[in-house]
């Protein structure tokens, strides 16, 4: 993942509301859930899952999600390798602004490469990256197949498919690993919420 700066003649401004600050009103602190894992997996039910149970306890919250940033900021990119490193380090950047501003911000990437996902980890203050692997199996993740596309990558329809014909990394240190062909998805929320009270993003204001 590439961070090479272009542009010249900048500098970085720091605003006069720091995280200290945005803790005391928000009542938790910032954080970048990274939610990742094959297509299938659950990745999105999950965030969506966990960021209701936030949202319900009052917390500022943003889910990015894979197919929605590529209908605009990533509308330019494809799925080589090359385009799925770029989609990957512009959602980083995304989510550590959002985190920037209070929020607790959620994705829900396939993001297949380590060095990606341990790109967007490196932007982040230690603490407050949170990579959550979405684990289900190959086989479940096609028996599922909610949008039909291992169907069409079987078929030869889809180039590049992440677990058909490329490849997934599968995450070697996650913060959180939940079993999404094991347990169903409150389960799997409770779980993603006990860790946030347990490293201290929820701590404030009764949480």
């Not at 230690?126 to 028996?143: A, D």
């Amino acid at each position: 993942m590439t961070r090479e700066i272009k542009s010249t003649n900048i500098t970085r401004t720091e605003g006069d509301v720091d995280h200290e600050a945005r803790v005391a009103r928000n009542g938790h602190r910032a954080a970048i859930l990274w939610f990742t894992g094959l297509s299938g997996a659950g990745k999105s039910t999950l965030a969506q899952a966990v960021e209701k149970e936030l949202f319900r306890r009052r917390c500022q919250t943003y889910i990015l999600d894979g197919d929605n940033v590529r209908f605009g900021l990533n509308r330019d990119l494809g799925f080589s390798p090359d385009d799925r490193t770029e989609n990957i380090r512009r959602i980083s950047e995304v989510a550590k602004l959002l985190m920037d501003a209070g929020v607790i911000c959620l994705t829900a990437f396939i993001s297949p490469y380590r060095a990606d996902r341990d790109g967007a980890r490196e932007i982040t203050p230690k603490g407050r990256f949170i990579e959550v692997y979405c684990k289900c199996s190959l086989e479940e993740c096609e028996r599922r197949d909610p949008k039909g596309l291992y169907k069409k990558a079987r078929a030869g329809e889809i180039p590049e498919f992440t677990g058909i014909s490329a490849p997934y990394e599968e995450p070697e240190n996650a913060e959180i690993v939940v079993e999404t062909d094991k347990h169903d998805v409150q389960q799997c929320a409770r779980q993603v919420v006990d860790h946030l009270g347990g490293a201290g993003i929820l701590e404030t204001n009764g949480f």
